[in-house]
């Protein structure tokens, strides 16, 4: 999970993007775990958000190809877990800051076959465990702090309206469903009137294809456009086909 490499995505994923949504693309690189644990990894995806959300860049040669105020964000995986932790409000004392100015350049978000709760994620997949403690160490109480899908939401107008769009394909071999399905439960208290913090605590809780169900104008989810593999989805058309089909233009 924490093994992949800007190369992985340069000569498939890339192209396919450009290709099927016609827009401009980045591909973000960070430092990789157990040399450089967390939070070095949003460290570095923030670095990269405020180059493309600040001056223009010279590979632009004076004229701007992108909205700085409108970027989308995908992040697969471990960069799902990322992107999610930008848009969301963490708990006090946060293990790192998002400036404004990078937060508020994010328009929307498609986390792909993502891990979004740490402690739901080793309940299910206890041999996790190793690489979760490379990058987070095995304190459970850290491990729930670190977690986007138990954080609030900013209040300003982008925090409450940001667009979230989680994907997640039901053959993925290394993840299930419910760690989606926590993160729009989250994401259901958050944006649909009712984030109690009572019920925002209850993230170990079960949770089924409910949560699928009548969720907030600004949340999605989709678990069938992507049928391929955890790690086989970013490689083919698939993916770049169902953010196509999301429309990302009109974010």
């Not at 702090?145 to 300003?156: F, I, K, L, N, V």
């Not at 989680?166 to 290394?174: I, K, P, Q």
Request: net charge negative.
């Amino acid at each position: 999970m924490f093994a992949e490499s800007k190369d992985d995505f340069a000569n498939a994923l890339m192209p396919t993007l450009v290709q099927h949504t016609d827009l401009p693309v980045a591909c973000v690189e960070y430092r990789l775990a157990p040399s450089d644990p967390h939070p070095a990894q949003v460290q570095d995806v923030v670095s990269g958000l405020s180059l493309l959300a600040g001056p223009l860049l010279p590979l632009e040669q004076g004229e701007a190809k992108w909205r700085r105020d409108g970027i989308v964000l995908i992040g697969h995986s471990a960069g799902a877990f990322m992107a999610a932790s930008l848009i969301l409000k963490p708990p006090p004392s946060p293990s790192f800051s998002v400036p404004p100015s990078v937060r508020l350049a994010v328009k929307g978000v498609l986390c792909v076959d993502g891990i979004y709760d740490l402690p739901t994620l080793l309940d299910e997949y206890p041999s996790y465990a190793s690489f979760i403690g490379e990058a987070f160490g095995s304190d459970p109480t850290a491990l729930a702090h670190e977690s986007p899908a138990r954080w609030t939401a900013h209040g300003d107008e982008r925090g409450r309206s940001v667009r979230i769009v989680v994907l997640h394909s039901r053959t993925d071999e290394l993840l299930s469903l419910r760690q989606p399905r926590v993160f729009l439960r989250q994401l259901k208290q958050l944006f649909g009137g009712d984030a109690s913090s009572e019920r925002a605590a209850a993230a170990d809780e079960e949770v089924g294809d409910e949560v699928e169900r009548d969720l907030p104008r600004n949340v999605e989810c989709d678990f069938d456009s992507l049928t391929s593999g955890h790690y086989e989805v970013v490689k083919g058309e698939e993916l770049a086909r169902a953010v196509s089909a999301l429309a990302p233009q009109s974010w």
